[in-house]
């Protein structure tokens, strides 16, 4: 039987759902098809089976793919409260009416405004998630940190959180739209300038994980598949790790510069014990190959990156459960 304690983390690219005593228990891409029909969404399909199915060819005529959320703000309640009721669904289908009332904590970045968390808790509650409490991404990293002080980089798909966070919350951060979605734009603007081919964000995500290096000096490559721009017919090309890297490359050092203006905003009387403890890096563009090691040798600290960075946002919030007092003393 299921816990009643139960973590929501709602990205761009995936949604993670905790629970207390199991762990992760759903992860699957944060998009839903659907269908329009008297000014209401249908929904069609939700994470992993809405990939599937835009990709079938028994797709009905009018679904789209829609990202319910992007840059840390959901774009559009509708299609997320469709698509979370079906995680949901998904995540505890054995859950019932007479199940106890669920206790939720809802991680969402540490930049937005007021109006933007209210859109938060109205989508949850919609979804049956009443009474969510809303936690910051760093706040939540910082639980699983043996240190006092810590600097925390989230990077995911379309927005990063930087953050210095001690005993009593977030100390000074912020969030900015330096992160994987830049870096698949300049490479589909590197791939239309030399080769005159269109490919799609989704395609410059595939070749930036397949063969992306922050080292420059990789000798890998890969295929890609896109559109002729000159006379629209199909096209390929080999694209190579060395090609792609200046686009990475500057996408890390915009980074890099948002996380040293942040670490200059720290108190003098804690500087030490944030550079001791070193950046923690997490979010799904930690995973990057060669990353962690360009960044500290850009900022000169220890850049350290859990096991599992995607992750470790829900993991860090699900840890709270067991402290209420400490969770209610930082947020």
Do not use: W
């Amino acid at each position: 039987m299921y816990s009643n304690e139960i973590v929501v983390d709602i990205g761009y690219s995936k949604t993670v759902i905790a629970v207390r005593g199991k762990g992760i228990i759903f992860n699957e891409p944060s998009v839903v098809a659907v269908t329009k029909s008297r000014g209401k969404l249908k929904l069609i399909a939700s994470g992993l089976d809405a990939k599937r199915h835009m990709k079938s060819r028994d797709r009905s005529h009018g679904t789209t793919l829609v990202h319910p959320v992007k840059e840390g703000v959901i774009e559009n309640a509708e299609a997320a409260v469709l698509m979370l009721k079906d995680f949901l669904k998904k995540a505890l289908p054995h859950r019932s009416f007479l199940s106890p009332k669920l206790e939720v904590i809802a991680v969402i970045s540490c930049g937005i405004s007021v109006v933007e968390r209210k859109n938060y808790e109205n989508v949850l509650s919609a979804a049956g998630l009443k009474s969510p409490i809303l936690m910051e991404t760093p706040i939540a990293i910082s639980a699983l940190l043996s240190s006092d002080y810590n600097l925390i980089v989230n990077c995911g798909a379309s927005i990063a959180d930087i953050a210095i966070v001690g005993p009593t919350g977030i100390i000074t951060g912020c969030s900015v739209t330096t992160c994987g979605i830049e870096a698949d734009r300049k490479i589909c603007a590197y791939i239309a300038d030399n080769y005159r081919m269109g490919i799609s964000s989704v395609h410059a995500e595939e070749l930036r994980i397949k063969i992306g290096s922050f080292y420059d000096n990789r000798l890998v490559d890969a295929q890609v598949s896109g559109k002729n721009l000159v006379d629209n017919t199909p096209h390929q090309a080999e694209i190579t790790a060395n090609e792609i890297f200046p686009m990475l490359s500057d996408v890390a050092l915009n980074l890099a510069d948002v996380v040293e203006s942040v670490s200059m905003m720290c108190p003098e009387k804690l500087i030490m014990d944030v550079y001791h403890a070193g950046i923690t890096f997490t979010g799904g563009f930690a995973n990057s190959y060669g990353l962690s090691d360009f960044l500290a040798e850009r900022l000169k600290m220890a850049v350290n990156v859990p096991k599992s960075p995607e992750t470790t946002p829900a993991l860090g919030a699900l840890a709270f459960f067991d402290d209420r007092e400490k969770m209610y003393k930082m947020l």
